[in-house]
């Protein structure tokens, strides 16, 4: 059920870590690891990672496996939910809408025979819309999160291939999402939060292994938001600091 990754080559980021990001982590290269450098990978047009068909390091999501998929949407609704009942329904909406946007079509392909109730994320949208209270579209977004939660059990997959694909997605966004410091766009500064949560649930419902390291790598990994919640105006973690536990994350999972 899980692979072990013997090289960066292999690890989804590591196309992305020169050694100094290494280093930031506190990790230095053995002998037979090879670090690659190659041209940053440009957001989708429209600015959010997957609004032009398209995930993490570019994968088409005509072509992405439908558990990447379906982890994908997963993160959008997590920072949907996270942005909601921090008080922001505002900042939650597109996120919320994700599963049933026309621009993200080609994500669902395929996932109605995993159980997709499209007709929970209509419901929560005309909630929004209408600017329903909280107690009454709290019971929608619960429904929402376990309809989420029964597709991912139903896709199956590799969790460790999930996971470094979520980790590379982390990283894409992230590094659009913050410049300099600041949070120049805060859509996919919460997405990146989302896949991490996504992330987290995944680790923990891994049974057959010692996942005690990769838990803590990513409670580490998403403790670079707020607790509040992935707010636009919060005060964002370094890139760098992003970078090197998400390689934690990778070097955590390459020891399962």
Known sequence: MKLRMKTWAKLGLGTALASGAIAACGQAPSEDVAVQVEPPVAAAPGGE???????????????????????????HVEAGLSLFRAGAPDQAAKHLLHPVSETHEAERAGIDALGFDQEIFVRVSQALEEGRPAAEIEPQLAAAEANMALMQANAGGDPVAIISYLMDTVFDEYRVGVTDGAITDPGEYQDAFGFTVVALNIANRIEDKDTSRLITELEALLAMWPQTGPLADSTAAPVSALVAQTSKVHIALGAL
């Open 49 to 75: 990672a997957g609004e032009s068909g398209e995930g993490a390091a570019g994968h088409s999501m005509t072509t992405l496996p439908v558990e990447k998929r379906v982890a994908f949407m997963s993160g």
